[in-house]
């Protein structure tokens, strides 16, 4: 039994495969039985109908090819209804008698003809297809006949006056009227009437014409009137189906059952009796053949997958599948390929990945121990430069607001944009000074020592100790400085005239400096020298004055700079052995000598400035004769001989100043003593300039009854601003000018 099954399996097979290689048809599928015809000309005659008796299911789907036609005509059995397609979905196509009537002009019917077809049971005709049509200007038509079990009968009237009436594509009524026919409909009868016997209409309609019409083959055109005349039939669309139970009915007798090909279904058509048959989805070709519902190869047909990249066909159906690399459905609901899901690629990104963080955690680990490095840098700086003894000596004198305060690298960097080299003002020995502009709008002026060894980094704190003690309206201020640098910075306030030096050796500037103006330049810087000397407590030596170290400001009020050279004098000593600091052509002869510091010896750098006020001159000049380069010998040797007006600076030798520029002489004469102790004090030395330059003031008000104090003056009887005490106590600066008072330490 079970090897009987497996012999009639495999002739199967081996039938099927003999089949669908040797029969192969239009659409790549088998139509017909083996060895039979499936095409008569231009109609292709799939199984169930056949031409031969082997060919068709039964006789009912008997085609007679009649091919005496070229291309020959396939006929419904041995009918002459002539068969123009068939379908595997249920349809065939007809053509059919239409009906026709015609009339002569006296009314009198001169032609007509009733067709009619029967079909035969397993066919009905396709009520949504096919449209009952009626064409005429003076008709009323009938369609009727049989469905399954009853008759029906169905009218339509078309009428019309004029030709003009009618229009392309309507079928409405007027010359054309068209009507649906139930379902069921197997038999078909039309018959054509006329209400006037086309008497009124014959001179453009002499004819009518009624047709069950697929309805897509059929436009109405006012031509048709008469075109329609020489039409002999048109197609009719009908149903066909297998048997005439239900498909249930049909499965009980599987040898008599249809539908025999694998992946085939049973249905039932909308129409008639009994069932039809159908590939299942995924399948196409002829179910009712066995073997005959073959896979369809959907990736070969882009409209058929939805599949974005590659597809690949299965039986009955087809996959869409990702490329390498994707991952993902991909798939009918188009959801796509989505890039690198795929283990290899998880893999590769998480690696990847993996090192992107290990690099970023490397380079803040780098960045960060910089920055650590960088800051115990910056505090080694710190503590290299006195910051630590700068701090407390700062805390320990009562510190004021306005006192020097320590700023960071990093404000001044900003300010000075970088340290970049446009900002530089001066360059010397010394070092560089940047202009510098603060956050809060103030403009400096930043020191930066060019290097550093131990005694410059003493130096340098004890100029921010000496600055921070004096608040002197003729003293450069010092605002702070920053600690946290290789080399120590200072902040200065920025003075914007330049330096006395300047101009004094400037020819131009030396033009605009007038007497008057070199007075109160002398009187001020010398009054802060005295001031230095005798009230500040502890005492200053300046050690370093000169002119490149008096600085002027737009009104040309002195201010007096670097004081990196000065030193406290402790209070119970007047002398400090020191090593010999200053600038040569200002340096104090007996402390070159004795190396012994003195209040005496800013004394004689300062008679080194008066000179250089009068006579217009540099210190030290070697482009000078030999007798000439130093400044201050040359002009005691002129002195001497009596010859002062000859080195005198032209700018300022007038009559009027005579007298004041013998008396400036003088002083600076007495200043340029080689013994210290010959040397007036400064604080004598300011009296005298703040007198004559305060008397050159009054002197140009004439109320002003000042002339017996210049008098007093010329005669070197000083004793101007006495407080009435005799032996004064206190020396009051004119206090219009300088808002402070200084205690004396007695005039010596
Ligand atoms: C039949 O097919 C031929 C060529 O395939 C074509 O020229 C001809 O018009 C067709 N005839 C009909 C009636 O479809
Ligand atoms: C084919 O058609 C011709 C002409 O219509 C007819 O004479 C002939 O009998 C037909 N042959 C068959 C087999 O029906
Ligand atoms: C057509 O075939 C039927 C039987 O199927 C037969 O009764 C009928 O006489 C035949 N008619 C013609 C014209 O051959
Ligand atoms: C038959 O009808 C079907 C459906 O209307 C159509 O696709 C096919 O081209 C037709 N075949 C011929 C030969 O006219
Ligand atoms: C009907 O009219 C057409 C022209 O429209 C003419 O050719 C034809 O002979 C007429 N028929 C009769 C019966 O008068
Ligand atoms: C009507 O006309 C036809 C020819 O067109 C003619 O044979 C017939 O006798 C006419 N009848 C009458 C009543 O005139
Ligand atoms: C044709 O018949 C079906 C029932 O078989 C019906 O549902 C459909 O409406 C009919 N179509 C027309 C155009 O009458
Ligand atoms: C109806 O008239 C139009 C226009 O002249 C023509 O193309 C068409 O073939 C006619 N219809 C029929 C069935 O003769
Ligand atoms: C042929 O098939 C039709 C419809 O399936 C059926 O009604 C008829 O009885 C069958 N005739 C024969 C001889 O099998
Ligand atoms: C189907 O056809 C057979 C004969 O071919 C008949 O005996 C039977 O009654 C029919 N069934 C129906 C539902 O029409
Ligand atoms: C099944 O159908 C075949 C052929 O159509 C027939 O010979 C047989 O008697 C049927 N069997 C039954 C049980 O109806
Ligand atoms: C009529 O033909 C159409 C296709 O042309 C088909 O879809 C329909 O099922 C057929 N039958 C009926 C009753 O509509």
Redesign the pocket.
């Known amino acids: 039994m079970g090897l009987h099954l497996l012999q009639a399996q495999l002739l199967v097979a081996i039938l099927f495969v003999f089949a669908s290689t040797s029969v192969s048809t239009s659409g790549n599928f088998p139509l017909a039985k083996q060895n039979c015809v499936d095409r008569c000309?231009?109609v292709s005659i799939p199984f169930p109908f056949g031409t031969t008796e082997y060919c068709y299911l039964n006789r009912s789907f008997f085609v007679t090819c009649n091919e005496t036609y070229h291309?020959p005509k396939a006929f419904l059995q041995n009918t002459s209804i002539e068969i123009?397609n068939i379908s595997l979905k249920g349809q065939l196509r007809l053509l059919q008698f239409i009906a026709k009537d015609c009339y002569s002009q006296n009314g009198t019917k001169v032609f007509y003809n009733n067709p009619w077809i029967y079909l035969p049971v397993y066919l009905t005709v396709n009520n949504t297809s096919n449209k009952f049509t009626v064409v005429g200007c003076d008709t009323y038509a009938f369609v009727y006949g049989r469905r399954i079990n009853r008759n029906y009968q169905i009218g339509c009237t078309a009428m019309c006056d004029y030709e003009d009436d009618l229009t392309d594509g309507s079928c409405s009524g007027l010359g054309c009227c068209q009507t649906s026919i139930p379902e069921d409909v197997w038999r078909v009868e039309v018959r054509l009437k006329s209400y006037e016997n086309y008497k009124k209409v014959w001179n453009f309609n002499n004819c009518s014409y009624g047709f069950l019409v697929e309805e897509s083959a059929f436009r109405f055109s006012p031509r048709n009137l008469s075109s329609l005349r020489n039409v002999e039939k048109l197609s009719m669309v009908v149903d066909w189906a297998i048997g005439n139970g239900t498909c249930e009915e049909a499965r009980k007798n599987m040898s008599s059952y249809a539908c025999k090909s694998t992946n085939s279904q049973c249905y039932k058509p909308d129409n008639g009796y009994g069932y039809r048959c159908l590939c299942s989805e995924g399948y196409q070709g002829n179910p009712y053949l066995p073997y005959g519902c073959q896979d369809i190869d959907e990736c070969k047909d882009p409209s058929l997958n939805k599949c974005e990249k590659h597809c690949e066909n299965t039986v009955g159906s087809y996959q869409c599948v990702c490329p390498k690399g994707y991952h993902g459905d991909g798939k009918k609901d188009g959801k796509g390929c989505i890039r690198g899901q795929s283990l290899v690629f998880k893999l590769v990104t998480g690696i990847a990945l993996g090192i992107i963080v290990l690099m970023l955690a490397a380079c803040w680990l780098y960045f960060e121990l910089k920055r650590r490095k960088l800051v115990r840098m910056k505090h080694k700086f710190f503590l290299q430069n006195g910051g630590l003894l700068l701090q407390e000596k700062l805390t320990r004198r009562d510190t004021s607001p306005d006192m020097a305060r320590i700023f960071n690298s990093a404000e001044l960097k900003k300010a000075t944009n970088n340290f970049h080299d446009s900002r530089i003002i001066g360059q010397g020995g010394f070092g560089t000074v940047y202009k510098g502009f603060l956050s809060d709008n103030r403009i400096v002026s930043i020191k930066k020592s060019k290097q550093v060894n131990p005694n410059q980094v003493e130096q340098f704190i004890n100029e921010v100790i000496v600055l921070s003690q004096i608040n002197h309206r003729n003293v450069v201020r010092l605002l702070g400085c920053c600690l946290d640098t290789k080399v120590p910075l200072l902040v200065y306030e920025f003075i914007n005239n330049g330096t006395l030096f300047e101009h004094i050796n400037n020819k131009t500037k030396a033009r605009a400096l007038s007497w008057d103006k070199r007075l109160t330049v002398a009187a001020e810087a010398a009054g802060v020298l005295a001031y230095l000397h005798s009230a500040a407590s502890p005492p200053i030596i300046h050690r370093d004055v000169k002119s490149a170290n008096i600085l002027l400001d737009a009104s040309f009020t002195a201010k007096v700079s670097d004081f990196g050279a000065s030193r406290l004098v402790p209070l119970d000593r007047t002398q400090l052995s020191t090593m010999v600091q200053g600038t040569f052509g200002y340096l104090d002869p007996e402390y070159m000598q004795t190396h012994q510091l003195t209040e005496k010896s800013d004394v004689y750098s300062f008679g080194v400035v008066l000179v250089e006020l009068l006579t217009g001159k540099k210190a030290l000049s070697y482009d000078r004769p030999e007798e000439e380069i130093n400044l201050a010998s040359y002009f005691l040797s002129t002195l001497k001989q009596n010859q002062l007006f000859q080195v005198l600076d032209d700018n300022i030798v007038c009559e009027e100043n005579n007298k004041e520029l013998i008396l400036v002489s003088m002083l600076a004469k007495r200043c340029l003593y080689v013994r210290g102790e010959d040397r007036p004090s400064m604080k004598k030395v300011a009296m005298e300039l703040e007198g004559l330059s305060l008397s050159k003031k009054h002197s140009k008000m004439p109320t002003e009854p000042n002339a017996p104090e210049m008098e007093s003056l010329l005669g070197e009887k000083f004793n101007v601003f006495s407080n009435g005490e005799g032996n004064s106590t206190s020396i009051g600066y004119d206090s219009t000018r300088d808002h402070f008072f200084l205690p004396s330490s007695g005039g010596r």
């Open positions: 000309g231009n291309p123009t």
